[in-house]
């Protein structure tokens, strides 16, 4: 059966300072996560403005993305922990008619806490609402694509102007157990190398940011403020940042890296410069829509 219409797949943020603290309790459900680190967190989204800019860059990226089909199929979003919620798109992609429809996930790098749990959640909601519910299948990772790479070369020149300063490509941190039963720290290395080989650099490195959990559980390293504070060791006195394991700019890249990663920058004489994510560059919607042509067909 041909797909009759594309499910843009994301996370999800509040957007207005008292949905902070509810949408913290749904990212958290289940998890033994201290009371303080959720309000350290709920202070992080205070400290860049009280929201998250998650979901107007999710639907910057879906009017791009149906311009770039040509208005083929209709674009629709659904996020795991802020409306529009998985539930509510596929009810209204029922009543429009919806009967098979694509997904494309957001998230550049396979972990069980990023695909494969947004296929369960869909999953789920498709069984709670019954028969009516469209079939979702799914796009193919791309971590590697080459408009993927591109648009990373394209964000990174735009952001260096021209400077040979050390780059440090970072990604989300996970619990090294969570890590060794996924593809993420292969696909993040991968990424990396074709960015930097795209770019002629060699002086680069990756490091993860904004762990969470147990100070005793170990996690994927070297963290950024430690990247940070070895490149300032050896001299350095600029770096620059590209958060390749991320598709847009949010809190944990405004807060992690812009306020948190640049203070420890900051004192240590260090000069950071931070690429910006992809957001809806045009040659990241390109790219989306490539993936999606190559499944269609």
Known sequence: ??????????????????????????????????????EDVAHHYEAVGGKSPLNEITTRQANALR??????????????????????????????????????????????????RYQQNIADAR???????????????????????????????AAAKGSQAPLIFTAHSLPTAMAARSPYVEQLTASAQLIAAGLHRQNWSLAYQSRSGRPSDPWLEPDI????????????????????????????????????????ADDLGVRLVRVSCPNDHPTFIRMVAEVIGEKIK
């Not at 600029?238 to 890296?257: R, W």
């Open 1 to 38: 059966m041909p797909y009759q219409a594309i499910l843009l797949i994301a996370f999800g943020g509040p957007t207005a300072p008292e949905e902070i603290r509810p949408f913290l309790a749904r990212v958290t459900k289940g998890i033994p996560i201290p009371p303080q680190r959720l």
């Open 67 to 116: 311009l770039a089909l040509n208005s083929q199929l209709p674009v629709y979003i659904g996020m795991r922990n802020a409306a529009p919620f998985f539930s509510g798109t596929l009810k209204q992609m029922a009543a429009d008619g919806v009967k098979h429809a694509l997904g494309f996930i957001l998230s550049s790098h396979r972990t069980e806490a990023s695909w494969e």
């Open 127 to 157: 069984a709670e609402l019954g028969d009516g519910t469209p079939e979702v299948d799914y796009c193919d990772g791309w971590h590697d694509h080459p408009l993927f790479v591109q648009s990373w070369l394209e964000l990174i020149q």
């Open 225 to 264: 403020g430690a990247a940070i504070k070895k490149l300032a060791g050896e001299g350095h006195r600029e770096v620059i940042v590209a958060p390749i394991g991320f598709v847009c700019d949010h809190v944990e890249v405004l807060y992690d890296l812009d306020i948190e990663a640049k203070k420890i």
